[in-house]
Structures are given as structure tokens and as C-alpha cells.
């Protein structure tokens, strides 16, 4: 799973088109893995297939935001996302 996230960074860092932005964590979870809120107050909504996982993430897990989804670096995980506020 940490090679995915790793993979995920490195593309994106080596040109990709999505913009992605470090130093991040969760605040929240909300809506059963549905809603994501970060330290910065911003929110994310999660595609249904991946709220499994972000059901399970903690307060101060360490996150990369990108353009469409969020990286769990503490676990390696990837969760498409899209930012509504």
C-alpha cells in the first residue's frame, strides 16, 4: 500500500497534472468515511469505494492533499476525493 502512495507522490511530483500540496492532517471524519476534514478546515468528499478506509483514519493522521484525492502518508493509503469546501 506504501509503494501505491509513493508512487502517487512521485508522479505527481515528477510533472503529473495533478496538483498536490504536503503537511496536512485530519481533523475529522464524518458520514462514515464520507466526509473528510482537514487541520486547515477545508472538506473533502470521498468516492464510496474508498470511505472504507478513510472511515478508519484518525485525528492527526498525516495527509498530502491533491487535486482529486488524499493521500494517507501514516498508512500509505490513497482515497479519491474532491474538495467542496
Not at 4 to 28: D, Y
Not at 52 to 64: A, N, Y
Amino acid at each position: 500500500m506504501k509503494q501505491a502512495a509513493f508512487f502517487a507522490i512521485a508522479f505527481t511530483l515528477a510533472g503529473g497534472a495533478v496538483a498536490c500540496e504536503s503537511g496536512h492532517w485530519v481533523s475529522k471524519v464524518a458520514g462514515d468515511g464520507e466526509f473528510v476534514v482537514l487541520e486547515n478546515n477545508s472538506v473533502w468528499q470521498i468516492n464510496a469505494v474508498d470511505q472504507i478506509d478513510t472511515s478508519l483514519w484518525l485525528p492527526t493522521t498525516s495527509i498530502v492533499a491533491c487535486d482529486d484525492k488524499l493521500v494517507n502518508t501514516d498508512d500509505g493509503e490513497v482515497a479519491e476525493a474532491f474538495r467542496i469546501r
